[in-house]
């Protein structure tokens, strides 16, 4: 059961170049999440999809588009890249039971190992 | 004012020493409170959910204080691998989104 799985692990680009972050889990949670991680900025949301066929906005999302291809995988798309967006890159998901009454373990998000990217 | 806020420390606790920070958070309408631990260059995981009434995890123990709108962590008995960041999340009213705080860089040290 590998969890979230995240690809690649690094990557340096240069200004202007693009690329996607692939994103999956394994374990059949509705909701998946992108966020960034900068020092003294803790992790901001990008973009999350509460289920197949769905995707919203988080807290920082411009530059960035995302993809929730199926229920297993979610990509973050950089089609112009900048300097700005040099950062540390997790994927999440967590469970969401739709029509019954919230259970707090059902918040929990799951992380994959993150993406270290640079843009020179 | 930041949504979610937390002293970033570094925290230097000497091994064996009990340790306490808090984290406080603007929005009163949060539901669900969580405590992650974040080792440097790793993803965050999970260390424990915070209950209303305070919940006890081995030697961690968390406490929610709705009044003030805070929660705290504390750490007993520190170990030299209680050295991580520990990042304090919470749920608004709706939807699945967690806030993070910036997290408390916590030392333990010989």
């Known amino acids: 059961n590998a969890g979230v799985t995240q690809t690649p692990k690094f990557q340096v680009l240069k200004t202007g170049q693009s690329m996607t972050l692939q994103c999956a889990q394994d374990m059949n949670h509705n909701s998946m999440y992108w966020y960034r991680q900068d020092p003294g900025m803790g992790l901001r949301l990008i973009y999350y999809?509460?289920?197949?066929?769905?995707?919203d906005k988080g807290e920082v999302p411009n530059g960035y588009n995302v993809s929730r291809l199926n229920k297993r995988e979610f990509s973050l798309r950089l089609e112009s890249a900048a300097p700005s967006q040099t950062s540390v890159y997790f994927c999440?998901?967590?469970?969401?039971?739709?029509?019954?009454?919230?259970?707090?373990?059902?918040?929990?998000?799951?992380f994959g190992a993150g993406t270290r990217l640079s843009v020179l | 004012r930041k949504e979610v806020e937390q002293d970033p420390g570094p925290f230097n606790v000497p091994e064996g020493a009990t340790v306490a920070f808090n984290c406080t958070y603007s929005?009163?309408?949060?539901?669900?409170f969580f405590w992650y631990r974040q080792d440097c260059r790793k993803e965050p995981k999970l260390l424990m959910s915070?209950?209303?009434s305070g919940n006890e995890d081995g030697r961690f123990t968390a406490q929610l204080n709705r009044a003030s709108q805070y929660i705290s962590l504390l750490i007993r008995d520190s170990k030299l691998s209680d050295s991580a960041t520990y990042l304090c999340?919470?749920?608004?009213?709706?939807?699945?989104?967690?806030?993070f705080g910036g997290g408390t860089r916590v030392l333990v040290k010989p």
């Open positions: 915070v209950y209303s």
């Open positions: 999340a919470l749920k608004g009213a709706a939807g699945n989104k967690l806030t």
């Open positions: 929005n009163s309408a949060s539901q669900s």
């Open positions: 999440a998901s967590s469970a969401l039971e739709s029509g019954r009454a919230w259970i707090q373990t059902k918040n929990i998000q799951y």
């Open positions: 999809s509460a289920s197949e066929g769905t995707t």
